[in-house]
């Protein structure tokens, strides 16, 4: 079992920066992937960024791409989302979430990851 607790959302104006933080217990074969997703309110969950935890390769949604950064400390079992020049737009509660070896759908498909965080809320007012 894999056990995700974000942290780090928060209200900040457009423009700003806020940057999250995901703890992930378990086995490293359990968290394969690692990925930041993001569901605002009457929207589906959207993939945002992800990392393959073996090599560090990274991928991203075309709406944060120069603007987040995702990455990952392996010895503190800790995955970060820097998120800079926010936009309103990207208000919504976000998740991080830990996918299997066994189980690839996309980098930025939820079906490729098992294990979810409650969420942190981001809120960018303009």
């Known amino acids: 079992q894999v056990q995700v607790v974000e942290s780090g959302g928060g209200s900040v104006q457009a423009g700003g920066s806020l940057r999250l933080s995901c703890v992930a217990s378990?086995?490293?074969?359990?968290?394969?992937?690692m990925g930041w997703f993001r569901q605002a309110p009457g929207k589906e969950r959207e993939g945002v960024a992800s990392?393959?935890?073996?090599?560090?390769?990274?991928y991203y949604a075309d709406s944060v791409k120069g603007r987040f950064t995702i990455s990952q400390d392996s010895a503190k079992n800790t995955l970060y989302l820097q998120m800079n020049s926010l936009k309103p737009e990207d208000t919504a509660m976000y998740y991080c979430?830990?996918?299997?070896?066994?189980?690839?759908?996309?980098?930025?498909?939820?079906?490729?990851?098992?294990?979810w965080g409650q969420g942190t809320q981001v809120t960018v007012s303009s």
């Open positions: 378990g086995s490293t074969n359990s968290k394969r992937y």
């Open positions: 979430a830990a996918g299997p070896h066994y189980k690839y759908y996309g980098m930025l498909d939820s079906r490729s990851f098992d294990y």
């Open positions: 990392i393959y935890t073996r090599s560090g390769n990274t």
